[in-house]
């Protein structure tokens, strides 16, 4: 069974950093698709950024280009999310998602996941 743990989430300022993380275990992840997907109050999830695992070709959503940068750790089977310049818009559960590989355009997109991970909340201040 697939299992996906987030961290690194909490309060921050606005203009200040954050990495979350998730580590995923129960299966191989040679060639998974791995994304970060977020969740306001009252809004719909969103894409935020997702990478192949093998072909390493990362996606960023445009709210986040410039300021987020996703990698992978395969040693330790670790998805990281780096999040500068953090605004109080991206305010959010960030949820963390897995699948055999996914190409693109569905990388990008949530239902397509088989995986999630339970959230973990980012809070930007003004």
């Known amino acids: 069974q697939v299992q996906l743990v987030e961290s690194g989430g909490g309060l921050v300022q606005a203009g200040g950093s954050l990495r979350l993380s998730c580590a995923a275990s129960?299966?191989?992840?040679?060639?998974?698709?791995m994304g970060w997907f977020r969740q306001a109050p009252e809004k719909e999830r969103e894409f935020v950024a997702a990478?192949?695992?093998?072909?390493?070709?990362?996606y960023y959503a445009d709210s986040v280009k410039g300021r987020f940068t996703i990698s992978r750790d395969n040693a330790k089977n670790t998805v990281y999310l780096q999040m500068n310049s953090l605004k109080p818009e991206d305010t959010a559960v960030y949820y963390c998602?897995?699948?055999?590989?996914?190409?693109?355009?569905?990388?990008?997109?949530?239902?397509?996941?088989?995986?999630w991970g339970q959230g973990t909340q980012v809070t930007v201040s003004s």
């Open positions: 998602a897995a699948d055999p590989y996914l190409g693109y355009p569905e990388i990008t997109r949530g239902h397509e996941y088989d995986y």
């Open positions: 129960g299966g191989t992840f040679s060639g998974y698709a």
């Open positions: 990478v192949n695992w093998i072909a390493y070709n990362p």
